[in-house]
């Protein structure tokens, strides 16, 4: 059941909290916010201004930029708009979009993968890893899960 969440069920993840870092992250999300690693179709995401983002999700991907809550576009029931007017670039890693709503929660449309640059960007755990600093899927949706509020049908 989990791995149909996915659009391309042969990349289904397993744990992306793999070194001590993401562990740490892992623990704070799942005291703060009672986010499982790996998601569902129920759970609500509300902005601070208490309009609806999102209902369910794919997963929690723990990488070593902070921990970000994975989105299909589906899920997302906020109306998005870009952060910036000027066009992104072909060769951008995502295009930074915020709800309509004020809110000001950054949203990140993810557009390449990382799995070749090594370390986090500034503010992010150096680790040098062989497989990139994080499991992000171009297509999906990346948001901070501490600039949510979660709430649990």
Not at 32 to 44: P, R, S
Not at 50 to 77: L, S, T
Not at 115 to 124: Q, T
Request: hydrophobic residues 35%; charged residues 25%.
């Amino acid at each position: 059941m989990q791995s149909q969440l996915f659009a391309n069920e042969a990349i289904a993840p397993g744990s992306t909290a793999i070194y001590p870092n993401r562990l740490r992250d892992k623990s704070r999300v799942e005291a703060a916010k009672n986010l499982a690693e790996f998601g569902d179709a129920i759970t609500e995401f509300h902005t601070k201004t208490g309009a609806i983002f999102a209902v369910g999700y794919v997963r929690v991907v723990y990488g070593d930029h902070g921990p970000y809550v994975e989105f299909k576009r589906e899920q997302i029931c906020a109306e998005l708009k870009r952060k910036f007017i000027r066009v992104v670039p072909a060769d951008a890693y995502y295009e930074w979009l915020e709800p309509v709503d004020g809110s000001g929660v950054k949203v990140y449309d993810q557009r390449r993968d990382v799995r070749h640059i090594k370390n986090a960007p500034k503010g992010g755990f150096a680790g040098n890893r062989a497989e990139g600093y994080a499991d992000y899927r171009p297509g999906m949706i990346y948001v901070s899960p501490f600039e949510l509020n979660v709430v649990k049908p």
